[in-house]
T-cell receptor
Framework: NAGVTQTPKFQVLKTGQSMTLQCAQDMNHNSMYWYRQDPGMGLRLIYYSASEGTTDKGEVPNGYNVSRLNKREFSLRLESAAPSQTSVYFC?????????????FGPGTRLTVT | RKEVEQDPGPFNVPEGATVAFNCTYSNSASQSFFWYRQDCRKEPKLLMSVYSSGNEDGRFTAQLNRASQYISLLIRDSKLSDSATYLCVVWEAGGYNKLIFGAGTRLAVHP
């Protein structure tokens, strides 16, 4: 069981470039999430998918798009990267969207936008 | 005001010490509470849920005070391996159901 996997682990982009962060989980979870973590701040929710076929905005969705490709995979796309998007990005999954459900996190993608 | 506030630390303690972390949250309607642990440059992992009656898991004790909107984590007999950042996390239902993360408290246990 790999749990939650993310690719790539590191990425450097120039301003205006685009890229897609990939996330997959093998725990048969229904819900998946994308967070960003910046120094001195808590993780902030970018987008989430409560179940296959649905996606919703989180706290900081501007500049991002997502696709829930199937139950296992949830990708995050930056269409035109900006330096403010330099951050560590974590994907997570849980059995369902419920307060009691533990969220399992991937190892993160460290993105630098120059 | 931040939704979940924590003392950032760092807390530098010797092995064997008892250390306590505190956290306050702003939304009185928050429903579930957790402590996550995050090692340096790693992903967060659930340490324990926090229940109204308080709960213990080995050397770790978590307490919740809903009236004061306050959560605590007590670590007894600290080990070198406890060195990490501890994230206070609150679940808010409604709107977009979400976990709200504090910025974390860093703990460094030294020999």
């Amino acid at each position: 069981n790999a749990g939650v996997t993310q690719t790539p682990k590191f990425q450097v982009l120039k301003t205006g470039q685009s890229m897609t962060l990939q996330c997959a989980q093998d725990m048969n979870h229904n819900s998946m999430y994308w967070y960003r973590q910046d120094p001195g701040m808590g993780l902030r929710l970018i987008y989430y998918s409560a179940s296959e076929g649905t996606t919703d905005k989180g706290e900081v969705p501007n500049g991002y798009n997502v696709s829930r490709l199937n139950k296992r995979e949830f990708s995050l796309r930056l269409e035109s990267a900006a330096p403010s998007q330099t951050s560590v990005y974590f994907c997570a999954s849980s059995e369902a969207i419920a307060g009691s459900d533990e969220q399992y996190f991937g190892p993160g993608t460290r993105l630098t936008v120059t | 005001r931040k939704e979940v506030e924590q003392d950032p630390g760092p807390f530098n303690v010797p092995e064997g010490a008892t250390v306590a972390f505190n956290c306050t949250y702003s939304n009185s309607a928050s429903q579930s509470f957790f402590w996550y642990r995050q090692d340096c440059r790693k992903e967060p992992k659930l340490l324990m849920s926090v229940y109204s009656s308080g709960n213990e898991d080995g050397r770790f004790t978590a307490q919740l005070n809903r009236a004061s909107q306050y959560i605590s984590l007590l670590i007894r007999d600290s080990k070198l391996s406890d060195s990490a950042t501890y994230l206070c996390v609150v679940w808010e239902a409604g709107g977009y159901n979400k976990l709200i993360f504090g910025a974390g408290t860093r703990l460094a246990v030294h020999p």
